[in-house]
């Protein structure tokens, strides 16, 4: 195995958020499994196909075997086992974040979600594979078991409820895994978002040889100084949504109709004109002057925008609207926030009037949400912009997509700390081994008669 260069697959991926961020760390992506149309568009366009937008960026090296579409993932395994089958032991790293709205506490928390239940055909393909790490995402809800916190705590078959992430550390236990879960901060590795986060790791146990297990929390953290610094990102402070997202304003701009072929007519965007921060530099990189797509403006109505300037001039930015201030302009919603230009953005949610921008009576493009969530101002978005209705459960146009995503400077910064965990347990393997051969030709050598 190539450990410079090891190989991985992404299940539920997603646009590519993860992905793009673990190939940018040097993993070589052999293929991703979505099953959203929508979403797909836009990986296959970004991550798969080579396109003039894409040149020279990382892309998946996509088995023949494979057709280049959404795939749902338990039919996928169903029909490819004998694939997977083949290349058993070539994986180093099964990754993905299964669904997580039934655990997210920002939606209809439930424990009756089916999605609840995916993540056993990520364990599925971890099982056929065999690869040395399984990584897992998901929100914090995921710790939490349905029911704790009431008074009367509900028992099944005479236990306390678990969590899922209870379920998951036990599923990779019993498929010979030892496991970490902890929370990281998207915001603690250069992306102007606090976006916490829920992240399991297994080691496989037999790779370990009966050293301790490589810590990934402190190998996180003693690579993020370097980590930001290469990025010329700062260190001891976080990055703010002013930071972010104040080349993309509306003042002293020129507008033309919007050049998106998949938007319909009478909207307008801006002429984009240059990055103005250390990180718009770093997402506009390699753009040689391009302006990046999706900066598509709402049409809000003037009694909204109204609203909106009552809620920027009356109320707290950077906090969630309290209810006096909701019932005092009259709104129902009741999760708005108008964004602070100083600090970092609150989590990015799949609907995009969660968040106001911080100086103008208006909800973000897709561009400003993907410049919240790191994505590289040449990562184009495909699909419809919105949906509402009976299709929201169905669709997953680009606010959703982005909402969604694992941020790709987080997912830069694992894939490059779990290199460095297979390379120091291949080192530290092989000590071990020598020392024991080394230690085995010592006794033969005594026991000789000469």
């Not at 909207?267 to 598509?296: C, D, W």
């Amino acid at each position: 195995m190539n450990i410079s260069k090891p190989s991985f697959v992404d299940l539920f991926s997603g646009c590519g958020g993860l992905s793009l961020g673990l190939m940018k760390a040097g993993w070589k992506g052999l293929f991703a499994i979505e099953q959203s149309p929508d979403a797909f568009k836009t990986l296959e366009h970004n991550l798969i196909e080579k396109k003039e937008h894409n040149a020279g960026r990382p892309r998946f090296d996509w088995p023949d075997w494979l057709g280049k579409g959404p795939h749902e993932v338990a039919e996928f395994v169903r029909l490819q086992r004998c694939q997977l089958e083949e290349i058993r032991g070539e994986i180093q790293l099964v990754a993905g974040g299964p669904p997580c709205q039934g655990f997210s506490f920002a939606g209809k928390r439930t424990g009756k979600d089916p999605r609840n239940e995916l993540f056993r055909h990520h364990l599925e393909v971890v099982d056929i594979l065999n690869p040395e790490l399984v990584l897992m995402e998901n929100v914090q809800g995921i710790e939490i078991a349905f029911g704790a916190g009431k008074k009367t705590r509900k028992k099944q078959r005479g236990r306390q409820r678990k969590s899922y992430a209870s379920r998951i550390r036990e599923a990779l236990e019993e498929h010979g895994y030892d496991v970490q879960q902890d929370v990281l901060r998207a915001v603690d590795f250069g992306v102007p978002q606090f976006r916490p986060r829920y992240f399991t790791l297994g080691i496989r146990k037999d790779l370990l040889y009966g050293i301790e297990t490589p810590d990934f929390l402190v190998e996180l953290a003693m690579r993020r100084n370097d980590f930001l610094k290469n990025r010329r990102l700062p260190v001891l402070r976080s990055l703010t949504v002013e930071d972010a997202i104040s080349d993309l304003t509306t003042d002293d701009k020129e507008f033309v109709e919007c050049m998106d072929e998949e938007s319909p007519t009478g909207f307008r965007e801006i002429v984009y004109h240059k990055p103005e921060t250390r990180y718009q530099r770093l997402m506009h990189e390699g753009m040689n002057g391009r302006a990046p797509n999706s900066l598509r403006l709402v049409n809000h109505r003037p009694e909204t925008i109204k609203r909106f300037q009552e809620i920027l001039s009356s109320c707290r930015k950077g906090v969630q609207l309290s209810e006096m201030d909701r019932e005092r302009l009259g709104i129902k919603k009741s999760a708005i926030v108008p964004l602070a230009p100083d600090l970092p953005s609150h989590t990015l949610t799949t609907l995009p009037d969660d968040l106001l921008h911080y100086s103008e009576p208006r909800i973000h493009t897709v561009r400003e949400h993907a410049r919240l969530q790191s994505f590289p101002d040449w990562f184009e978005f495909r699909g419809k912009y919105t949906t509402g209705g009976e299709r929201r459960v169905k669709d997953c146009p680009r606010y959703t997509q982005v909402g969604n995503a694992v941020p790709p400077l987080l997912a830069e910064a694992i894939g490059e700390a779990l290199i460095q965990i297979l390379k120091d347990i291949r080192i530290t393997a092989a000590s071990v081994q020598l020392q024991e051969t080394l230690g085995k030709e010592k006794s033969i050598g005594k026991g000789r008669v000469l």
